[in-house]
């Protein structure tokens, strides 16, 4: 069989080999439940606080403000869902291009009752922070009480890689007495995070994006912060998220992070190079198309609309030549559908329609993006398979 092409980071990324080792034996060997005092389980035990001082350093918290969790759905679902268990005094404040791991526990927690604001975004996907400092201004002088507020806002978008004004937000949050979430699921092990710089009280974090294995993540919350517990039963997580925890992937997902911390720096040029002849190819191809997103965006995440064309029959022919990207519509079996993202950024529907998002990930090369690029020339212009 060929070699396969794969281009769709943002969606999951490969397990690096480093964090596969490093889980290995706490399958097979050092398989002891951590939460047995005998002298076999505590290999496991320590293995857990150590990945938890990692995983801490690497976004400059405490290790006692990390809860391990199954991924970025659970961790977002957690901080809404928390804001709904007094519906009628509950305030959440969030953007329209969210993921859906916010949008639709928003949409869960307004049927209960809560209210909840969807800022909108610029042409470019970033957020008008003023529209924030407004609609927070709303909602603090309409209360004669104070009222718990959230902001949440996403570190990075996944469909566009905008990367939003996440230290501002917080601030303007603070200044009106809200905390601040952020899904900073893309963000994290690919641009520098750092909660406490960035004064963010949750986060959300999910392994599988930074080369850690998938069904694993972290919540962070800030040590002053209460959050109700997830699951009720043992003790694990301080008492807020019972069960057996995952060893070997908290392990894997530690030695993920602090890897792709590490080399942030090489990782980052390596993309960029990539990122910069699959941009330099397309551009000598003729194609009309529009690049979407800020300048101020992940690097890697390449969100692409092509006039006239269907993201979804692009994304099929590129996969019968082994390469694999991703679209910015959603599809299901009858209708292409424009994505809530490119509807909030108001893309023209004539290119809309046509858009692909192609994510680089530290282990693609130049000439893979150039293949890709002369793919998408050879099946537009030609409109073979
Ligand atoms: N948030 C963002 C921005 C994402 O891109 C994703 C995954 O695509 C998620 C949340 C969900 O994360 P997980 O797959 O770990 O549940």
């Known amino acids: 069989m060929s070699e396969h092409i794969y281009a769709d980071n943002a969606a999951t990324t490969k397990l690096d080999p480093d964090a596969f080792e490093a889980m290995k034996p706490f399958l097979c060997d050092i398989y002891g439940n951590p939460s047995q005092p005998y002298s076999f389980s505590r290999g496991a ?31 977002n679902n957690w901080v809404i869902k928390e804001f709904s268990n007094n519906t009628s005094e509950r305030y959440i404040i969030t953007s329209l291009i969210e993921h859906h791991a916010i949008l ?32 927070l201004s709303l909602l603090r002088n309409n209360q004669t009480t104070t009222p718990p507020i959230l902001v949440s806002i996403m570190y990075a978008n996944n469909e566009i890689g905008t990367i939003e004004p996440i230290s501002r937000a917080a601030e303007i949050a603070h200044n009106y007495g809200a905390v601040f979430h952020t899904d900073a699921v893309q963000a994290i092990g690919h641009i520098p995070v750092d909660v406490a710089k960035d004064k963010i009280d949750y986060l959300s974090a999910s392994a599988h994006k930074f080369n850690g294995p998938k069904g694993i993540g972290f919540l962070y919350k800030k040590r ?29 997902m530690a030695v993920a992070l602090q890897k792709n911390c590490k080399d942030m720096r090489t990782n980052e040029m390596n993309i960029m190079k990539c990122e910069q002849a699959f941009m330099d190819r397309l ?34 022919r590129l996969d ?20 809530h993202v490119l509807k909030a950024i108001r893309l023209n529907e004539e290119y809309a329609m046509g858009t692909i998002r192609v994510s680089f ?25």
């Not at 690497?58 to 759905?73: D, K, L, M, Q």
């Not at 604001?117 to 003023?130: A, R």
């Open 320 to 339: 019968l030549k082994r390469i694999y990207v991703s679209t910015g519509a959603a599809c299901d079996n009858i209708t292409t559908q424009i994505s």
């Open 361 to 385: 990930g530290k282990d693609n090369t130049v000439d893979e993006a150039i293949k890709i690029a002369d793919a998408l020339r050879s099946i537009i212009l030609n409109k073979n398979p």
């Open 104 to 135: 639709n526990a928003c949409a869960s927690v307004e049927k209960k009752g809560a209210f909840v604001k969807y800022l909108g975004v610029d042409s470019k996907g970033t957020i008008y922070e003023q529209d924030l400092r407004d609609q």
């Open 45 to 75: 035990k320590k293995a857990i606080k150590e990945a938890r001082d990692t995983i801490a350093e690497c976004i400059n918290a405490s290790p006692e403000e990390i809860i391990f969790t199954s991924g970025g759905t659970e961790s």
């Open 283 to 316: 551009g000598q191809s003729g194609l009309d198309y529009i690049c979407n997103g800020s300048e101020k965006k992940l690097p890697g995440n390449i969100s692409l609309s092509f006039r006239g064309e269907d993201g979804e029959s692009l994304l099929h």
């Open 224 to 252: 002053d912060l209460s959050i109700s517990s997830h699951n009720d039963g043992g003790a694990q997580e301080f008492g807020l998220r019972a069960g057996t925890e995952n060893v070997a992937s908290i392990v894997a």
